[in-house]
């Protein structure tokens, strides 16, 4: 049984805290990918913020997301960038990944300056994301790569997703996307 979700700071990690989103990560992409960095996991933005579920000590959940400033088309546009989204392979289909993603926007709405939360996915999960709030949007999307920084990387057709934080704000500007850095 699932005790507790926590939303955490990255600057407030503990040790603890730091060597259980290690675990969960590498039991997930250590053999693909190498060790989980908790500055650079895996060449990706890190997080302003770990939403963490926790099966008693062990944990079982997590999504992150960064808080920045992008360009859309001539707008700027505050964002809660997201990713380090997983659940420990043994307990997927069972509603952490829907808890732990409700709690992540309960954080992004505690930010008064975040617009929406903005996130790039493999088609696999698109549905999950959409029975959670977000929705796809067509862009073109301009970031530095996480494996080559001096190089930026120009998609057109992967799946991107926005969850419109504040109700007031349901409208995405025109445009193409600069992430101003790397993905989440």
């Known amino acids: 049984m699932v005790e507790h979700v926590r939303n955490v700071p990255h600057d407030s990690l503990s040790a603890g805290d730091t060597a259980e989103l290690r675990s969960l990560f590498d039991r997930e992409y250590a053999a693909a990918f190498g060790p989980w960095e908790p500055d650079a996991p895996y060449g990706y933005a890190p997080a302003d913020v770990h939403t963490m579920v926790f099966d008693g000590a062990e944990l079982v959940a997590h999504v992150g997301h960064q808080i920045r400033t992008i360009f859309v088309g001539s707008a700027t546009v505050t964002v809660a960038g997201t990713g380090g989204v997983l659940v420990d392979a043994t307990r997927r289909a069972t509603g952490l990944g829907t808890r732990a993603m409700e709690h992540a ?8 300056f975040v617009s929406f939360g903005y996130l790039g996915c493999r088609d696999e999960v698109i549905a999950f994301y959409e029975a959670t709030g977000w929705r796809r949007i ?26 419109p934080v504040h109700s007031s704000l349901q409208e ?3 445009g193409e996307v600069d992430l101003h850095g790397t993905p989440w």
Request: glycine fraction near 0%; aromatic fraction near 8%; charge should be negative.
């Open 138 to 163: 067509q862009v073109v999307e301009h970031c530095v790569s996480w494996q080559k920084p001096h190089e930026i990387i120009t998609t057109r057709d992967s799946p991107i997703l926005i969850y």
């Open 105 to 112: 926007q309960d954080a992004m709405r505690a930010n008064p």
């Open 172 to 174: 995405w500007p025109e």
